[in-house]
């Protein structure tokens, strides 16, 4: 039996219903997930959508280059890119981006470290066959020439200024950053069993990092404990750091914002912001 609204073979059909259309409504990164399995347009899905769900989830490396990682797409990527669909990116789209990144981002270092978070994706995205090809790898898409700049190491007058200029608490970390050649963070996480004054060496263990303002302790850079020499001018310096500030012990979390794991701790100042 015919009825209006419907055809032999068909299912009744309002055609006051409006017709789904392929492109996704505009909604949050959750409806917008469901329309990608609703409706089979995975493949085409909205690169915010990728990020969110395919990219960041399967993300290494340490926290803190995890949470660099995250700015970079967080406040440059999406907001320009995140609407377009994978599959209609284009060199001309890319072009256009460089060129608000030079714009807008006044170090050319830090332009290349976005492009270069935004290239892993879209080669994430070929890999998964949700893009033919990586159109970061076109020739007409050119990244910003880092300018090769000398960088000098502070002459000696000039380090004792600043190492005579800082309070008494905090001038230690000078004499060892100077003397041993640590990075800020690891005089940071000096713990006094680190020091071997019998045969002048100093252990590089750890490391202080923070994560919007949450301190933690994590191994050096590259994962790799060192031992450097230390000078018997450090040396002197440390002993009366010691006696004038005594170690306190702190626990802050090791190796992310999370868990706990404690060490002596050279500076009191250090000692109360790593507790707070």
Not at 1 to 15: F, L, Q, S, V, Y
Not at 87 to 97: K, M, P, V
Not at 206 to 214: D, L, T
């Amino acid at each position: 039996m015919w009825h209006p609204g419907r055809t032999k073979g068909r299912p009744n059909i309002d055609a006051r219903q409006p017709r789904q259309t392929s492109k996704p409504p505009d909604r949050p990164i959750a409806s917008a997930i469901l329309w990608e399995r609703d409706t089979g347009h995975g493949g085409h899905g909205l690169r915010r959508v990728y990020i969110a769900t395919r990219w960041a989830p399967g993300r290494g490396g340490a926290p803190k280059t995890q949470d660099g990682q995250e700015r970079r797409w967080r406040l440059h990527i999406v907001p320009h890119l995140g609407q377009l669909p994978l599959r209609s990116i284009a060199a001309t789209d890319l072009r256009a981006f460089i060129a608000k990144l030079e714009s807008t981002v006044s170090s050319v270092d830090y332009q290349r470290g976005i492009l270069s978070e935004l290239s892993a994706i879209l080669e994430a995205a070929a890999d998964d066959k949700r893009l033919a090809r990586n159109p970061m790898h076109a020739k007409s898409v050119r990244w910003p020439k880092s300018p090769r700049q000398r960088r000098d190491a502070w002459p000696m007058d000039t380090a004792l200024r600043v190492r005579d200029a800082i309070s008494e608490r905090n001038r230690i970390a000078v004499v060892v950053g100077l003397g041993c050649g640590l990075r800020r963070g690891e005089v940071f996480g000096l713990s006094p069993e680190d020091i071997d004054y019998g045969r002048g060496l100093l252990h590089v263990r750890r490391q202080v990092q923070a994560i919007h303002g949450r301190l933690y302790f994590a191994l050096p850079k590259g994962k790799e404990i060192r031992t450097v020499d230390l000078p018997p001018s450090v040396v002197a310096e440390l002993k009366r750091h010691i006696e004038a500030f005594p170690p306190v012990e702190v626990k802050p979390p090791w190796g992310k914002p999370e868990g706990g794991r404690s060490f002596p701790c050279y500076s009191r100042r250090a000692s109360a912001t790593l507790s707070r």
